[in-house]
T-cell receptor, first 115, second 113 residues
Framework: AQSVTQLDSQVPVFEEAPVELRCNYS??????LFWYVQYPNQGLQLLLK??????LVESINGFEAEFNKSQTSFHLRKPSVHISDTAEYFC?????????????FGKGTLLTVNP | SAVISQKPSRDICQRGTSLTIQCQVD?????MFWYRQQPGQSLTLIAT?????????ESGFVIDKFPISRPNLTFSTLTVSNMSPEDSSIYLC??????????FGPGTRLTVT
């Protein structure tokens, strides 16, 4: 069965510090990769996605993620975080050749940005 | 991306009762999904709601407990039947986007007492 592992359940950082949220997936086939963010008491928002092409993808609010096929990873990074980045972040994968759109989610990483 | 609304946004229900959650999308979509997010947990897919046919349920979820309707391409309902405290969760609907991604509604927070 496919799986997604988010290695850190909680990541506390200080404002303006860099952060990396780790995500690994299990697969022997092509994948599509996503990061979703869930702010307190809200639904999930798509943060960024990798479908094909450049392995480095960026979001509009300064996050980036790099697809590493050999490491089966899709880590999320931001060079300088803000208080407003405090949220739960979920990595998700969809497998090429499987049911279109079916997503498998990791357990999530709670990012807490402290002043 | 589509704009998705859910009703109710939250509810507190007594055990043994049922709750129907509505999901409305502002455009026609082929694929709609229902997820459960238990407290402190990730999302678990309950079923895929197919317009004009029965929903496709994931392992561990059955139609008698979670009946789903999909009467048209912009609307779906999920009913949580014969509720117990273990059903206390956030229930989210989502729709398929243009290239394999999904877009989510705001969720329905259900507490069963």
């Amino acid at each position: 069965a496919q799986s997604v592992t988010q290695l850190d359940s909680q990541v506390p950082v200080f404002e303006e510090a860099p952060v990396e949220l780790r995500c690994n997936y299990s697969s022997s086939v092509s994948v599509y990769l996503f990061w979703y963010v869930q702010y307190p008491n809200q639904g999930l928002q798509l943060l960024l996605k990798y479908l094909s092409g450049s392995t480095l993808v960026e979001s509009i609010n300064g996050f980036e993620a790099e697809f590493n096929k050999s490491q089966t990873s899709f880590h999320l990074r931001k060079p300088s975080v803000h208080i407003s980045d405090t949220a739960e972040y979920f990595c998700a994968v969809s497998y090429s050749g499987g049911s279109n759109y079916k997503l498998t989610f990791g357990k999530g990483t709670l990012l807490t940005v402290n002043p | 991306s589509a704009v998705i609304s859910q009703k109710p946004s939250r509810d507190i229900c007594q055990r043994g009762t049922s709750l129907t959650i509505q999901c409305q999308v502002d455009s026609q979509v082929t694929m709609m999904f229902w997820y459960r997010q238990q407290p402190g947990q990730s999302l678990t897919l309950i079923a895929t709601a197919n317009q004009g046919s029965e929903a496709t349920y994931e392992s561990g979820f059955v139609i008698d407990k979670f009946p789903i309707s999909r009467p048209n391409l912009t609307f779906s309902t999920l009913t949580v039947s014969n509720m117990s405290p273990e059903d206390s969760s956030i229930y989210l609907c989502s729709v398929g986007g243009g290239r394999y991604e999904q877009y989510f509604g705001p969720g329905t927070r259900l507490t069963v007492t």
